[in-house]
């Protein structure tokens, strides 16, 4: 796991791109109940006080349901990302190049020189684990979350640290207690049976409920001392918010808002929310027949002579802060409101409503627009003339040897990229060493890869290239044509003398649909490497050889875009790289000190390249598990070889 990843293995890239589509959500859910409580503002405070909570659920299962449902993604945000390779072409190269498009029949063997000459200098961000300058705006979201994030708790903790300060210095009461008696009685008079622990404070505080399996009730010291009516009035108020269950709404409403921090909408949602929360309170205690003048005065005595500290998110019921209190004195001599509860048919269809609105803002998403990629490989040959499919010429099919060779066989365009052909004038003059590599025996079965995809990334899940039976299989051993055997790594082993310069031209190794292209690499010490990411999720390429010498190392591959270049300066061989994110994902790259080495195509034909000297060599064939085979052979100017090597299933 690289050092960015955070909980669950999800990068800080991947968690700001899942906050932004977040915030986009929630935005529409409070759009919808700001809407709603507009339509319902002749309604009690209990039908909008149950609205507002409907949406406060409703963006917690947001949250929730982001993370776990799958995610059909609508792709409508503009893509200001993908920053497409430029390539060049040394001058006096003679190369030409012909893109075959999906569904030609011709392909090439993997070589994996994208041109000759390819300078350095290619246009892209590279990405170094650890630098500010390359943090992109997600990872710069992510940071600043989680930092609110903490603030916003430590407030909340302060809260918490209070309310307990004040339980633990007041004292509980028995059932004995005349005050006791009294709650027991208009309990019975609004239907509320549940048994309440009463705690008189050391201090003149506002009455307060709190607790949520054991309700507490926490009232004033001087309380005893109170009217009758005035102590009913504050009593029933406070066994309202008990009956009602606030403080659970008032947890979850809280909890909300810490995760959603950085939208206002939602501080506006539980501003809203509290106010009719205690409006609806307000409402029970004159449905018992109270009247409003001497409640409101009530309410206003409290105000000014107890202690009244605005703790916004504390997860606890006061009765009388100095918070909107003129607001809530007018609602309260108001004869005109009306003051019903919430009736089942609307709570029903209510809790309808916010399922249908949790899900659908769950499982549909944005994403930015994807790019054709034909275009952007196009782009990266901007000098390279190329040339249709119908004018490969029966002699450019026929001229032998090449040093990029191809067959006629099936579509090998599974990505739906262009295949691309290079090709350069044959040498008359220096021998050419191709051959075939062939499997004897039954391959054992490959492993089914789908379900590790399918519940890895919803990503990866929608853009993999399942078979028609919805399973993706490993390809261990790729057969082709004549027991042909593919990925099979062809070099000289023995016989090499002197120093080879590594060619500066770019060797390109692709992430497309969650799978990296090619399978098995072969490039030579000291050659850089391009990892491009194709993909709209992100990628992590870890690195690890087992030679002294050559570096491991650990990129983080960023949506469409190419990653810095890296390289290897031993000679290794089946260096094996993975992805941190994906572990389904991974390739193997031979590293050379000298520039004779291929890979075997589909069909197991290999083509080394020119200009080998004459004298004695071994050459040898290297698949990761067959093993390997060596020959020795005599090479002689103008003359060509063809050899075949035939390799056995492991047993």
Request: glycine share 6%.
């Amino acid at each position: 796991m690289n050092l960015w990843q955070i909980i669950g293995g999800i990068s800080l890239e991947e968690f700001g791109g899942q906050l932004v589509g977040i915030m986009v959500r929630s935005t529409v859910v409070m759009g919808l109940a700001w809407l709603v409580l507009g339509q319902l503002r002749h309604r009690s405070a209990a039908v909008k006080h149950a609205v507002t909570f409907g949406s406060v659920l409703a963006l917690a299962a947001i949250c929730v349901g982001s993370w776990i449902l799958p995610q059909w993604k609508l792709p409508i945000l503009p893509n200001s990302d993908a920053i497409p390779m430029e390539t060049r072409v040394a001058e006096g190269s003679e190369v030409n190049v012909t893109v075959l498009e999906p569904g030609v029949e011709f392909s090439v063997n993997n070589s994996r020189e994208i041109s000759p000459e390819v300078p350095t200098d290619a246009q892209v961000e590279p990405y170094f684990p650890g630098s500010l300058a390359s943090w992109t705006t997600k990872r710069w979201i992510s940071t600043i979350w989680l930092t609110g994030l903490l603030s916003v708790c430590s407030v909340f903790g302060v809260h918490l640290i209070l309310l307990r300060r004040i339980r633990k210095s007041a004292e509980l009461l028995s059932s004995d207690d005349s005050l006791c008696r009294e709650i027991v009685e208009v309990g019975i008079i609004i239907g509320f049976d549940h048994p309440v622990q009463v705690y008189r404070a050391s201090s003149e505080i506002i009455p307060m409920t709190t607790g949520i399996r054991n309700p507490l009730l926490i009232l004033p010291k001087s309380m005893w001392t109170w009217k009758a009516s005035r102590r009913q009035m504050v009593i029933a108020h406070e066994l309202a918010h008990i009956k009602r269950q606030d403080c659970l709404t008032q947890w979850i409403a809280i909890v909300t808002a810490m995760i959603y921090w950085f939208h206002p909408g939602v501080w506006w949602l539980l501003r809203k929310m509290h106010t009719f929360q205690e409006q609806s309170c307000d409402d029970r205690v004159l449905n018992l027949g109270h009247p409003p003048s001497a409640y409101s005065r009530c309410l206003l005595e409290l105000a000014t002579r107890l202690n009244t500290q605005r703790l916004f998110l504390q997860p606890s019921a006061a009765m009388a802060n100095h918070s909107r209190l003129e607001h809530r004195l007018v609602y309260i001599l108001n004869p005109s409101l009306n003051r019903s509860g919430v009736s089942r048919r609307f709570r029903s269809q209510l809790g309808i409503g916010v399922v249908l609105m949790a899900f659908t803002c769950s499982v549909i998403g944005l994403t930015t627009k994807k790019i054709d990629t034909a275009p952007l490989i196009e782009k990266d040959f901007p000098i390279l003339k190329t040339s249709a499919p119908s004018e490969l010429s029966e002699s450019m099919k026929d001229a032998s040897p090449l040093p990029f060779n191809y067959t006629k066989t099936e579509d090998r365009s599974r990505e739906g990229l262009p295949l691309i052909l290079i090709h350069s004038k044959p040498n008359p003059n220096s021998p050419q060493i191709q051959g075939k590599v062939t499997l004897t025996g039954t391959p054992p079965p490959e492993r089914d890869m789908s379900e590790a995809i399918k519940m890895g990334d919803p990503e990866c899940a929608s853009c993999a290239v399942f078979s028609e039976d919805g399973t993706l299989m490993t390809e261990f051993y790729k057969i082709g044509l004549s027991q042909g055997l593919a990925d099979v790594v062809v070099y000289i082993s023995a016989g090499i003398e002197g120093d080879y310069t590594p060619p500066s031209s770019e060797v390109i190794l692709q992430q497309k649909n969650c799978q990296y292209t090619p399978y098995v690499m072969a490039v030579q010490a000291g050659q850089p490497i391009r990892p491009i990411n194709l993909d709209q999720t992100i990628h992590g390429l870890h690195s690890f050889p087992k030679v002294e010498g050559n570096r491991g190392f650990m990129f983080t591959q960023l949506p469409q875009k190419a990653s810095a270049t890296f390289s290897f300066e031993k000679h290794e061989m089946f260096v094996r790289l993975r992805c941190d994110i994906h572990p389904w994902e991974f390739v193997y790259i031979n590293v050379f000190e000298h520039p004779f080495f291929d890979i075997t195509d589909e069909n197991g034909i290999f083509s080394l390249p020119e200009n080998l000297p004459a004298g004695e060599y071994t050459i040898t064939a290297h698949h990761q598990k067959t093993g390997s085979i060596s020959r020795n052979i005599t090479v002689r100017e103008s003359r060509n070889f063809w050899i075949d090597f035939r390799m056995n299933v492991p047993e």
